[in-house]
Every structure is written in structure tokens, then in C-alpha cells.
DNA sequence: GTCTATACTACGATAGAC
DNA sequence: GTCTATCGTAGTATAGAC
């Protein structure tokens, strides 16, 4: 379908050379179409990086969807134990996501707006970030209710900001683990560490 | 100095727009001189993008520099205490520098050349961040001698890591936090958070 | 709906005045 | 060292053929 694949190839130039960057003309090149058909179907060169940042959303609401069914259904009841488990599985599941190729446009798009905010962000927050942390907040005010409200809010950005370095920092994770990119052995490394500081982070015997 | 106000224009520019984005013309200008300087000091857009690299660099370098030695000259010898401690002064810093506002455009800079690096991020990488790196390298060693090497690593690079959220993520740190910016409450109740992390981490007792 | 052709603007590099 | 002037290239938008 011609407008998806205008889509895609929109995330990926714009992620790689931002808004000024990109060329209609390339994402048309690469699309196989002409450049014309941009302003036909989005309405110019804007019309489409915003229906570029929805898609992003869409799709990370998409790769979420069953994981939030399951916190929600569980959420009001669960003891601590379980809440921490539900933690530990929205972290795993965002490096897994983060560790995985296919993310890579997305990631550029979004650190992009996240630098520079526009309209944009608007639609990827609140159509992707948001509900994600909402339920990180959600889990953290049943593990550690004795928390103050601002103190589980810094502690969810937290939380959800760990596993970023494997995608935003990926070129420095792989000087540091001596690899040309993450395989296996490197991701499951990290991913085991990752478990391991979260579940320290939400037992807190530290003397915090 | 004319090169330096270049230098600066340089790396806002190039941070907001890209290499491609961001024209010379414009760097030109904000630093009120005529494009032509840029090829005349630093050969040509290529040039200044480079020297913008490793004039980040220096600047990151200078403001760790302190710690370093501090680090440098204590760190054989320390208890496990003072090497946490000492982990504990490193992400301080780092948070602070991060949340700091004149940081902004070098992050920029530095973010899109992890995503898609070129040999500016080599020059980034050596000057700035795998000093900082080691540096967390050594006190895990000497406060975490247990793990073995790989998962020091990845325990470095998640310490590394986590700051990054309050500089890289601050439009959604904002918009969580319900703020227009970081002022001092807000950054106050994310660095001891942020403190609390890392001596949960660090102290391990999760069953981990 | 998708194409080609064209109008207009802005880019980087460079030559040459001072 | 810093400026102005100019060249060739590439950008977006748009009109009109099919």
C-alpha cells in the first residue's frame, strides 16, 4: 500500500535527518512513487511527519496492548509480590523491544521530538509514552505505597529511562561491551542486569 | 573569539537540524560573520562539524576532571564504602550536568551521533565518555568483585545510563512531572531518587 | 490517484576585493 | 582575516496531463 510505505520510509528519513533534513523527494524516491503523491495523500511535507509520528504510536500501543490487558485486569488486586513481578515484565519487555532491530527508526523519530518537541510529540506521548508509565505508576503505587506521589513519579521515569541507553546510547554500549552489535549474548547480559537493578530498585534495602 | 562563537552556533545548529539539516549560512550568521569564515578557519562544513565534536568533548572532559583525580588517586585503595561513595558522587554529577540547561545543546549533538555515529562520535567517545566509563568500570570492580567482567559492564552501562533520561527524555520528565521545566524541587526529587537507584543497585539485596 | 514539468527558494563552495 | 558576488545543485510546492 502506497501510503504505508510512504510511512515507513518517512520514519526512517526523518528519524535519520530530521524534519529540515529529509527530502520529500527521497522518501518519494524510496517509496517508489513521486513526490507529489506526498501532498496528495498528507498534504505536504508536515501532513506527513505528523501521520508519521501516529503511526510510531500506534504501533508501540500495539506491541504493549497485551501486556497492559493483563496489568490492568490485575493491577487493583495484585500484593506486592505480583506488582513487582508486572514491573519487572514491562522493563523486560521494553529492552526486549528497545533491543530489537526494527526499533531503530522509531527511536530516532522519537528522541528527535523529544529534543525538540513539536506537535508530534504530542501524539507519541500521549499515545504511547503515557499510557506506559501510567501503568509503571500504577504498579509502583501498589509495591511501595509508602512513597510520597512526586517521589513515585521521579522513581517510574526512572524505571522506564533505564533500558533507553540500550537504543539511544547503542553506540557507546557497543564500544563498551567490545562488540560490533548486540547479539544474543550481549542482550541477555544486559537484560539480566536489568532484572537484577530493578528488582533492587523496588526492594529498596539500601538505606535509602 | 570568532572561532568559538562558531563553535558554539556550531553545535546548537548541528544539534537542532542535523548535519545535513543545519546550514552554514545560518551558523554564519548567529555567530555575525560571513559563511565564508567557516571555510576559511575550518575548511568547510565537514570541518567545523568535526571541530564542534571535539570542542564538546573538551568541555565534558574539563567538568569531570575533578572527580577524576579524586577518583584516580583513591580509587586502589578504597573500602567498598568509599567506592560506592565515589559511584554515588559520579551519577550526582552526572545528573547534575545533565539537568543543567547549558547541556542542552551538546546532548543534541552527542544523541544523534550515537544514532547514527560518524567519526565525530569517535572523537565524543574517547574524549569524553569512555573516560567516564572507565572511571565507573574501576569503583564497580572494587566495590562489586564478585560479578564477573561482563556483567560489570553491563552494570556500568546502566548506571551510565540511567541519568540520561532527565536530559534525553525531558519533554516526557516534564510532562510526568507535570512541570514546564526542571526547576530546583523537581531536579531535587530526581537526583535523590536517582541516589537511592544507585545504592540499591550497588548494595544488591534483591535476590539477584 | 499518480505522473511530469516548472517556478521559486536556499544550500555549500569558491573566487576575488579589501 | 573577513567580506561580497556568483555558480551549480537540490529543496518544496504546484499546475496540469493522463
Known sequence: MLQSRLLDAAIVH????????????????????AMSSITYHFGG?????????????RQVRERLEPLRQRIEESAA???????????LAITDRQAEVLLSPET??????????????????ERIFQGALEPMIELILLLIARSRPELDPAERRAMALL????????RIGRATV?????????GAR????????????????????GDG
Chains 1, 2 share one sequence.
Do not use: M
Not at 511535507?45 to 504510536?57: D, F, N
Not at 524505571?159 to 540500550?166: C, D, E
Open 14 to 33: 526523518f528519524g535519520l535527518y530530521g524534519f529540515e533534513g529529509a527530502s520529500t523527494r527521497a522518501i518519494a524516491k524510496a517509496s517508489e512513487t
Open 45 to 57: 511535507k508536515e501532513g506527513l511527519y505528523l501521520a508519521a509520528a501516529e503511526h510510531i504510536a
Open 174 to 182: 557497543c564500544r563498551v561491551l567490545g562488540s560490533d552489535d548486540l
Open 159 to 166: 524505571l522506564f529511562g533505564q533500558p533507553l541507553i540500550l
Open 104 to 121: 531503530e527508526a522509531w527511536s530516532r523519530f522519537i528522541v528527535r521530538e523529544q529534543q525538540q518537541p513539536t506537535e508530534a510529540f
Open 77 to 87: 488486586t495484585a500484593t506486592h509480590a505480583e506488582a513487582v513481578e508486572l514491573l
Open 186 to 205: 550481549e542482550s541477555a547480559v544486559l537484560r539480566s542486569r536489568l532484572r537484577k537493578n530493578v528488582l533492587c530498585i523496588l526492594s529498596e534495602n
